[in-house]
Structure formats: C-alpha cells, structure tokens
C-alpha cells in the first residue's frame, strides 16, 4: 500500500528496486505498479501541480506522444500530489488521454525521492522502471529536473530501448 512506502532523501538511482504503490486515478480507480509492470515498462511522469504552465505543456505532450509511447511497450502515467477529482476536471479541460494519479499523502513521490518540501509537492521529474512478470521491478532509468525544465521525450524514449 502507499502509506507504508519508506520516504529517501535522494531520488531513487537505476538498478533500484521500485517501491510498489497503489493510487487512485483520475475517474477515481485503484491503479497499482506491480500490476502494470508484469506486463510493460513504466513511465512515472513526476509533476508539482495541474492547471500550472509547464505542467500542462509536458503533460500536453504525453498526451501527444501517446503512439510514440505506445510503440515502445511502455505504459506512461503522470503523478502529482492534487487530488483525482482535480485531476478529471484538469484532464477534461486539457484534453489528456494518459492516466493521472493521484499522490495526495506524498507517499509515491517521498519514496521516489522526489518530494519537493518547500512547496509540499512532486517535484518534477521521471522514472522509468522496468517489465517485470513477478512484478517486481527495477527502475531502468531517472531523471530529477530542476522546476521549470520540461522532460526530453527523445531521453525517456531511449532509456527504454
């Protein structure tokens, strides 16, 4: 469960385990890590907050890039710290096709190590972690990004490969 995950200091490195958790999504529906990763990559997109300017142009672009993602096997997901139902309205309102969850407690993103304490958010950033058929997986690839600093799909995309 995600409030028994143990917070890090440090963003979680590649070759890690990643810690399991279980969210709500968007149209407030248990969405679990282990699940997903029995049968795909993952791509966690760690965000601060919805309805925000970069935010919304990254998210934009995953939603975008949905085929791109698609090709690789992957499952790509966003995670911020606002609530599903902010979620579902900011996805509406967007036009978003990905699934966004909901990290309301900060669990995930403490035990990513991607917790942004100043602001009690996410702070931004990704993690890549890898198909697993017990699911138990290994994170592939990371990248913790400085606020302001948009993903590089063509790294993500790479890391994966």
Known sequence: MSDTLTPRQTPIAAGEIAPDFTLKNQNREDWNLAE???TNDVVLCFYPLDFTGVCGVENECLTREMDRWSRT???MVGVSCDSFAAHKAWAEQMGFK???LA??????CKAYGLYWPELNVARRGTVVVGKSPDGIGRVKWVQARE??????FDEVIAAMA
């Open 103 to 108: 990290d309301m407690h900060r669990h995930v």
């Open 147 to 152: 606020p302001g600093q948009a993903m590089n």
């Open 98 to 100: 990905h699934t966004l």
């Open 36 to 38: 997903h990763i029995r």
């Open 73 to 75: 096997g992957a499952v």
